[in-house]
């Protein structure tokens, strides 16, 4: 068990520009969970995947940016015409089977600053 | 919809010495709680759960939580605490009910243990 892996771990990029960020959860987890935490911040909750589909997606979530998980395993979050006010710390997290008791396993989070 | 209270946003102590990070949420159906850790520049550990029974719940590190229905508090305790417990913890809750699954986070206390 590897535990959940995000790539890459930190990205430096100029407004305007997209970024994507990806994500293998623990293997055989069947949910996958996309946060966001911003300086001073809890992480906030921003869509989550049971296999290849997507449940639910918070308002956070703009049209800017887009998450798949097009084989039911890893995962991949991008954004588009990146703003300032998008750097942040983004989280990915897995857990197994279904209800709101089990234990989510977080990455160690992909960082953004935009420039 | 869910909130979590962090009443504290830092919190200093001494090493050995007793702590008590406090958690108050508001919720208009019945919750799951959590306390997760995150150490510097990593993602967040969960350190314990409270979904039903006791309620005292003992986690990881000798951490343990009290839930309190009638006050709506999960406060965080540990009677002695090591430099290595320097950390921001997390009080979040997830609804029983309703079909999603994802957490709602605290804003987070920064525990900081002094030699």
């Known amino acids: 068990d590897t535990g959940v892996s995000q790539d890459p771990r930190h990205k430096i990029t100029k407004r305007g520009q997209n970024v994507t960020f990806r994500c293998d959860p623990i293997s055989e987890h069947n949910r996958l969970y996309w946060y966001r935490q911003t300086l001073g911040q809890g992480p906030e909750f921003l869509t989550y995947f049971q296999n290849e589909a997507q449940l639910e997606k918070s308002r956070l979530l703009s049209d800017r940016f887009s998450a798949e998980r097009p084989k039911g395993s890893f995962s991949t979050l991008e954004i588009q015409r990146t703003e300032q006010g998008d750097s942040a710390m983004y989280l990915c997290?897995?857990?197994?089977?279904?209800?709101?008791?089990?234990?989510?396993?977080f990455g160690e989070g992909s960082w953004l600053t935009v420039v | 919809a869910q909130s979590v209270t962090q009443l504290d946003s830092q919190v200093p102590v001494f090493e050995e010495a007793p702590v008590e990070l406090r958690c108050n949420y508001s919720?208009?159906?019945?919750?799951?709680l959590f306390w997760y850790v995150q150490y510097p520049n990593q993602g967040l550990q969960l350190l314990l759960k409270y979904l039903s029974g006791s309620t005292l719940v003992k986690g990881i590190n000798g951490f343990e939580a009290e839930f309190n229905k009638s006050q709506t508090s999960f406060h965080l305790r540990k009677p002695s605490v090591h430099i290595s417990d320097t950390a921001e913890y997390f009080c979040?809750?997830?609804?029983?009910?309703?079909?999603?699954?994802?957490?709602?986070f605290g804003k987070g206390t920064k525990l900081t243990v002094n030699p």
């Open positions: 997290a897995s857990s197994v089977g279904r209800g709101a008791g089990n234990t989510i396993y």
């Open positions: 919720s208009s159906v019945s919750v799951y």
């Open positions: 979040a809750v997830n609804p029983l009910q309703g079909g999603s699954e994802k957490l709602v």
